[in-house]
């Protein structure tokens, strides 16, 4: 069998990185001061037209951004509260501070997203 498939990759061209545990979601989280994870599953299709957005976001913006599909830790699916996909969520230093779960999201509102979340009520 060939295991060469494209959905191996681990890594967009701009740094979107996949995560595939808690475990390593918490490693991003530990090393980053903002973090966008967008959770999603294999067959949604909202969630892979979302990733050439994810590749402008990581470029326009100085947030970590990763790709989580919790199928391999189900626990993580209730430890954010995940309802459907794809849900995005934002973190500033390793805690969750906004989350959207609305399909899809256009890259200047989730440009707008990732830098709301890093002022502070000025």
């Known amino acids: 069998m060939d295991t060469t498939t ?3 990759d681990t890594t967009t061209e701009h740094g979107v990185r996949t995560v595939e545990t808690r475990d ?6 530990a090393t980053a001061d903002r973090v966008l994870a967008m959770v999603r ?3 949604c299709t909202i969630c892979k037209s979302m990733e050439p957005i994810l ?9 970590t951004v990763v790709v989580f599909n919790p199928e391999r830790d189900l626990d993580a ?5 995940v309802r459907s ?4 969520l934002l973190f500033a230093d390793g805690e969750l501070i906004d989350r959207r779960a ?8 989730l440009i707008e997203f990732v830098e709301s979340g890093s002022e502070s009520d000025a």
């Open 55 to 63: 590749d402008i976001a990581a470029k326009a913006t100085d947030a």
């Open 77 to 81: 699916v209730d430890a954010f509260d």
């Open 102 to 109: 609305d399909g899809f999201v256009p890259a200047e509102e």
């Open 6 to 8: 494209e959905d191996m």
């Open 41 to 43: 599953t294999s067959g």
């Open 24 to 29: 390593e979601l918490d490693d991003v989280l």
């Open 85 to 88: 996909v794809p849900t995005l």
